[in-house]
């Protein structure tokens, strides 16, 4: 017998609550062991497009008609729809209802009443709607926590947690809305990794991308037809041809993305890779705007010799983040104050110099080259002054 070729179609990514409606709610329901089926299918549509019937019938251990029972079984309960296209097949995997939304069908809810009894659909019930019992809250005994506990608590306690407590990363570009404004034939759901979706959301943020240039990009660093998506490439294309925004496409230059702002404050559009990991860092560690990185950047241009030396910028980045600074205007009101934060200077010090006074062995002339006497700015070199000596007493 031929085999045939199945090719898959998946828009979704199972929830446990989905697989355990399948389990404990489907399965046990199917005239045929026909669960296995599904994910067997659901997993190799997550990575590759089809699968033969004879490579099926090998990891699932059935005979071809077997194979048949199997799919008809899940197309009655709404779990895969098929189409025949030549000698070939077309499977589109449907998700699995709900636990709750299984036991309200007016079907399948009935069913398991059947099949089961009325005490396990009530069990069922109670196990997945979760109800909760009816307190009486008017007599609590419940603790409170002891703030005692922190009477230790120190202001420098607090600089320390402040600085380093763990805070989530809020990108403004967010990868899971924009992905779902893409079909899964453009961009396969097996190709949307959390880090592709993490890279995405960094660039699109710092760059202030639309969802129709991102797309652009996207497309052309991926390979749809293997799978794979060239992270070093989509990085390189974004910063050659969207990272020069110009100051004419704005308002006021604040509104520029960081990149563009720094390139417009130094009048080049190469910036090298420091900066760039610096802007990335105000960005994610400090949970910076866009708007706020500019103001910073400015400040520390003016005040720093037009240079972005990493530590003095974060170090003032910390002095604004613990001033609650979250807007373009408390900002630009920072800058207004000297930082607490600054460059170490460094003075002379006052003490007087030792003067070096070389020896004399010659007192008939004191103005000779060996018995000079050295002034205090320029410094004893014993090696020419014995070689002076040696030209003058050969003996």
């Known amino acids: 017998m031929s085999s045939k070729l199945i090719y898959l179609s998946l828009d979704f990514t199972l929830s446990d609550d989905k697989i355990d409606s399948l389990m404990q709610l489907y399965q046990p329901l199917f005239n045929h062991p026909a669960a296995s089926l599904y994910l067997t299918l ?144 453009m961009f396969p759901s097996d190709m949307r990794t959390n880090e592709v979706k993490q890279i995405i959301s960094e660039v699109g943020t710092i760059y202030n991308l639309s969802y129709p240039e991102m797309k652009a990009k996207i497309l052309e660093a991926s390979n749809i037809s293997t799978r794979t998506f060239n992270r070093t490439k989509f990085i390189t294309l974004i910063e050659r041809e969207l990272g020069r925004q110009s100051i004419e496409s704005v308002n006021n230059p604040y509104e520029l993305d960081p990149l563009s702002f720094l390139a417009y404050k130094q009048s080049n559009d190469y910036i090298v890779d420091a900066n760039k990991k610096l802007i990335r860092s105000l960005q994610q560690n400090f949970n910076f705007s866009g708007q706020i990185i500019n103001v910073l950047i400015e400040y520390v241009l003016n005040t720093n010799n037009q240079n972005l030396t990493r530590n003095y910028v974060e170090a003032i980045a910390a002095t604004w ?75």
């Open 321 to 395: 983040q613990r001033s609650g600074v979250d807007t373009v205007e408390k900002a630009k009101a920072m800058t207004q104050f000297k930082e607490k934060t600054t460059k170490p200077t460094y003075q002379k010090s006052n003490r007087p110099k030792a003067e070096a006074i070389q020896p004399s062995y010659n007192n008939e002339d004191d103005s000779n080259e060996s018995g000079a006497k050295l002034s205090s700015e320029e410094p004893f070199d014993l090696e020419k002054w014995y070689e002076a000596q040696n030209r003058e007493d050969p003996s």
């Open 42 to 185: 659901y997993t190799q549509a997550k990575y590759e497009p089809s699968i033969s019937s004879r490579e099926l019938i090998h990891k699932l251990h059935v005979h071809i008609d077997e194979l048949s029972l199997y799919r008809e079984e899940l197309e009655r309960f709404s779990l895969l729809r098929t189409f025949e296209n030549g000698q070939n097949l077309c499977c589109e995997l449907l998700e699995p209802l709900s636990p709750a939304k299984f036991l309200e069908h007016v079907t399948f809810g009935r069913l398991y009443a059947i099949v089961h009894g009325n005490d396990a659909f009530v069990n069922a019930s109670n196990r997945y709607y979760n109800a909760q019992m009816n307190i009486d809250r008017s007599n609590e005994i419940s603790k409170s926590f002891d703030l005692s506990r922190l009477e230790m608590w120190s202001e420098e306690h607090e600089e320390i947690y402040s600085n380093y407590k763990p805070s989530e990363t809020k990108n403004a570009f967010d990868a899971e809305q924009f992905f779902n404004s893409w079909s899964n034939a």
